[in-house]
């Protein structure tokens, strides 16, 4: 019944080593988006997708790559992991992709690069 | 100056009393604002959404909007310690064409 599930919940690792984190919607939403928070809680949006196709990009380290198979998944794979790095990654997604529309986020990804 | 800015806090309040959060934007054109509540160790969660100058309320939350003063606020009356949390000003920019967050305001309504 989850709206937005993402996994792993935590994942830690050491530097230099690539993982994924997997995000599926079941909304029906046509966006989907991937936010860092950091430590002092500021949450800033890294990519969005709609309907598979990349909409925001944001100035984030071609280490990240996200892929979007198709409209109700998103998956962040990050290469040789630094680390800056750690962080909790959300994923979510919203109806229709405009910025006045509610957001619905994932529980979140704890990512801790040791 | 940041886009959106919030006192981090803490904001303490006693259970019972109004609790009043303030939250300033850059961006003149800006057409939506949220409130996003945000539990420690969850993720974050829209409780108000606000489009014109004016007040809107829902239950105990009133979200205040002066796009003169580029100004939104949120006032939680009867405070309850399920209040507790930090909130998440959010606002659309039309500059960028994305929604900015402010780092937050951490509650806390002690009994």
């Known amino acids: 019944d989850t709206a937005v599930s993402q996994t792993p919940k935590y994942l830690v690792t050491q530097m230099g080593n690539d993982k994924s984190i997997k995000c599926e919607q079941n909304l029906g939403h046509d966006t989907m988006y991937w936010y860092k928070q950091d430590s002092k809680k500021f949450l800033k949006i890294m990519f969005s997708y709609n309907n598979k196709e990349l909409i925001i990009n944001e100035t984030v380290p071609n280490r990240f790559s996200p892929k979007s198979p198709d409209k109700a998944h998103l998956n962040l794979h990050i290469n040789s992991l630094e680390l800056g790095d750690s962080a909790v990654y959300f994923c979510?997604?919203?109806?229709?992709?405009?910025?006045?529309?509610?957001?619905?986020f994932g529980s979140g990804t704890q990512l801790s690069v040791l | 100056q940041k886009e959106v800015e919030q006192n981090s806090g803490p904001l303490s309040v006693p259970e019972g009393a109004i609790a009043s959060l303030n939250c300033t934007y850059s961006?003149?054109?800006?057409?939506?604002f949220f409130w996003y509540r945000q539990y420690s160790g969850k993720s974050p969660e829209l409780i108000m959404s606000?489009?014109?100058?004016g007040d809107k309320e829902d239950g105990r939350f009133t979200a205040q909007l002066n796009k003169a003063s580029q100004y939104v606020s949120l006032l939680i009356r009867d405070s309850q310690p399920s209040d507790s949390a930090t909130y998440l000003c959010a606002v659309n920019s039309l500059q960028t064409d994305k929604l900015i967050f402010g780092t937050g305001t951490r509650l806390q309504v002690f009994p």
């Open positions: 961006d003149r054109g800006s057409q939506s």
């Open positions: 979510a997604s919203s109806a229709g992709g405009t910025t006045n529309e509610k957001l619905f």
């Open positions: 606000i489009y014109s100058n």
